[in-house]
RNA sequence: GGGGGCGUGGUCUAAUGGUCAUGACAGCGGUCUGUCGAACCGCCAAUGGGAGUUCGAUUCUCCUCGUCCCCGCCA
């Protein structure tokens, strides 16, 4: 070994001995006849200090030594004169008396400030040089809680008795919704992989094959545009376990997230999670990943309005629509302008304009007073627990805008009111979600998650009866819009954590779901007839569920926005892009040639 | 595919239709015998690219590129 110790490990107990160190030179504090260097490695710094008095040499060999020099470097370990010491170094008691220093490299000037005073470079500029950012402490710190987290889901799905095996990454399209990333092939021209969005049929496979309790921490792609909290490849903790039902896998995923939360958060959680239903997560937030850390829950007022004068209300309920609210906490003196802002900011949702009421100390003022009684308004404010100096904000559209539109206004007030508190670990369980969702494009339904879903047993019924209902297949109330599937989505702090399910494990069901969701049988053979193949040699009931790694680890550091590029070694930009390397490039024309390939001609040639 | 924000030395940032484009840090040179956000003196170094308006553009307009946020997409 080229050391003997670590910087970050020298304590006032280390005093008398003779190290070897290797790391980085932080700040090189260069005096006339003394240098002291703050040398850096993994586990922290240490004082490293040279006496041209003690030892010209030594002091002469560190002159030209500079910021982010690599060095290794011998010395006694010395108590630091007294009143010397720095209480911001752990090893601040002590000091190295350098006996011999090796410059292991040289350093160019950096792009950037790792420490001191520098604010922050820009993200564009850290991830361009991420090998460089990675020095810092706040980052350094990131990789280190990734890898426990990666070592903690493994070690407790370990002991629940898991095998992690892996799927490959060159493979077949599956059945979910997003666009591959295609991977054409030298040896078979016009044909190609896709990488996977998801080890799904894989794991499934597993099942058959009888596994029975599976897990990967799992690279996925998706080929769609990137968010704060999505880039083109990411990580799933993949799980999926035979002989269960939902319970089961719900109590596993909660066991898993105590466990993660006490071993690398050293934080204790309440178990079991809280559960929502679908329709009353949406009904009480308008989301189904709701952040339950805040009220400020919609309030239905489609009843109280509806024999009002006011025709945006009326019409909008006339037409299937509906009436809801919520309720602003102190800030009824929003100016117009603030309003007009709101109003701005939902409008990016598709409502057409947002109704204030404001319950002032003696007064009240709303922007659409003129349609209401002052009773008809002391019954909003009943129906909401107005308090003086709130501010009720109603959004009237069709349930999915009014939706959306107050689930996003109810997030934003919370933000601007502060209402948000920073240190809650908010999980709970989404459950009951419907199996289909009507789709007015394609005038017919599609699987909700993917068509691999188990209907609640209880629903059964209604697929049936959906075969012989008069009702057109866009009704709310058609059979098929009824059934539940057994289907879960795991949420923390407003960000769907973990998505899974009872899968479909029965040939006969397999195939009505298929033909309520409109694929052909010749299709589904053809897309995934291996499955369907499989699942007929005695595929066992199987279920399982995926957290998503990414959004686990921004949450678990705490990062503003769920930024997942803060807590991905080598991230992505948003536009799909990696600053470092400057992938993707051009592709050299022999190299299509080869695969059978040519690019179209970009437009302007 | 759409909407919005940003783009000034290596980094972060100030200002302006007209004289030498501000400051800090980094870098370079020097001073300093206990520094640790070292200090002090000096030096070097910039308006993303293109077109237009104009006597003159870093500033105004348009396009483009990059980046960030959002809608769609991902479900």
Request: one cysteine or more; aromatic letters at 10%; charged letters at 25%.
């Amino acid at each position: 070994m080229q050391r003997t110790h670590h910087c970050g490990e020298l304590r006032p107990e280390h005093i008398g001995q003779t190290v070897t160190l290797c790391g980085w030179a932080g700040t090189v504090r260069d005096q006339s006849h003394q240098t002291f260097i703050d040398l850096r490695d993994r586990s922290g710094i240490v004082q490293i200090v040279a006496d041209s008095d003690l030892d010209a040499g030594v002091f002469e060999s560190l002159r030209g030594v500079k910021s982010e020099f690599c060095l290794q470097i011998t010395g006694e370990v010395v108590r630091r004169l007294p009143g010397k010491e720095n209480p911001k170094l752990a090893s601040g008691e002590v000091e190295i008396r350098i006996e011999n220093a090796i410059v292991l490299n040289t350093s160019k000037p950096l792009p950037f400030e790792l420490s001191g005073t520098g604010v922050a470079a820009s993200e564009e500029v850290r991830l361009q040089y991420r090998y460089l950012d990675m020095r810092r402490t706040p980052v350094r710190d990131i990789l280190e809680m990734r890898y426990k987290l990666a070592r903690e889901t493994r070690r407790f799905l370990d002991s629940e008795g898991f095998w992690e095996v892996e799927t490959p990454l060159l493979w077949k399209s599956t059945p979910e919704g997003a666009r591959e990333y295609v991977v054409p092939v030298r040896t078979h021209p016009g044909k190609g992989f896709v990488l996977p969005q998801s080890p799904q049929i894989c794991k499934q496979l597993l099942m058959v094959g009888g596994v029975e309790k599976y897990f990967q921490i799992a690279k996925c792609f998706r080929d769609e545009s990137s968010r704060a909290d999505r880039q083109p490849e990411f990580t799933q903790i993949d799980i999926e376990m035979s002989f269960v039902g939902q319970d089961d896998v719900l109590d596993l995923t909660e066991r898993l997230f105590a466990h993660l939360m006490r071993e690398v958060k050293g934080q204790e959680i309440e178990l079991p999670f809280p559960r929502l239903t679908y329709a009353e997560s949406m009904r009480r937030y308008g989301s189904d990943k709701p952040d339950t850390r805040f009220g400020l829950e919609l309030v239905e007022l489609t009843d109280l309005v509806v024999d009002s004068g006011f025709k945006v209300f009326t019409n909008a309920i006339a037409n299937g629509g509906e009436v809801k609210a919520i309720c602003a906490p102190g800030v009824a003196a929003y100016s117009r302008k603030e309003v007009d802002d709101l109003t701005e900011f939902v409008k990016r949702f598709g409502a057409r304009g947002l109704a204030t009421f404001a319950l002032g100390e003696s007064e009240i003022k709303s922007n659409v007073a003129k349609f209401f009684t002052e009773n008809q308004m002391r019954a909003i404010f009943e129906r909401m627990d107005a308090k003086p100096g709130d501010l009720v904000l109603v959004v009237a559209d069709k349930p999915s805008v009014v939706a959306q539109s107050l689930d996003f206004l109810r997030r934003e007030m919370a933000r601007r009111l502060n209402l948000i508190p920073q240190d809650k670990f908010n999980f709970l369980w989404i459950v009951d979600t419907p199996m289909f969702e009507y789709d007015a494009e394609k005038g017919g339904f599609d699987a909700t998650h993917h068509p691999f879903c188990l209907p609640n047993p209880e629903d059964m019924a209604l697929m049936q009866e959906g075969f012989s209902s008069n009702l057109s297949l866009g009704d709310v109330l058609h059979p098929w819009a009824q059934v539940r599937a057994w289907l879960y989505d795991l949420v923390l702090n407003g960000f769907e954590l973990a998505s899974g399910s009872i899968r479909c494990h029965r040939r006969d069901i397999q195939s009505q779901i298929f033909q309520i969701i409109g694929l052909p049988e010749e299709v589904a053979q053809e897309r995934f007839g291996f499955m369907l193949d499989a699942f007929e040699y005695g595929a066992p009931p199987h279920g399982g569920i995926a957290p998503g790694f990414d959004r686990v680890m921004a949450l678990f550091a705490g990062i503003p926005d769920g930024n997942i590029r803060e807590i991905i070694p080598f991230p992505k930009t948003s536009g799909g892009q990696d600053p470092l390397s400057g992938a993707p490039t051009a592709i050299p024309a022999d190299r299509w040639t080869e695969l059978g390939l040519a690019p179209l001609p970009s437009e302007e040639e």
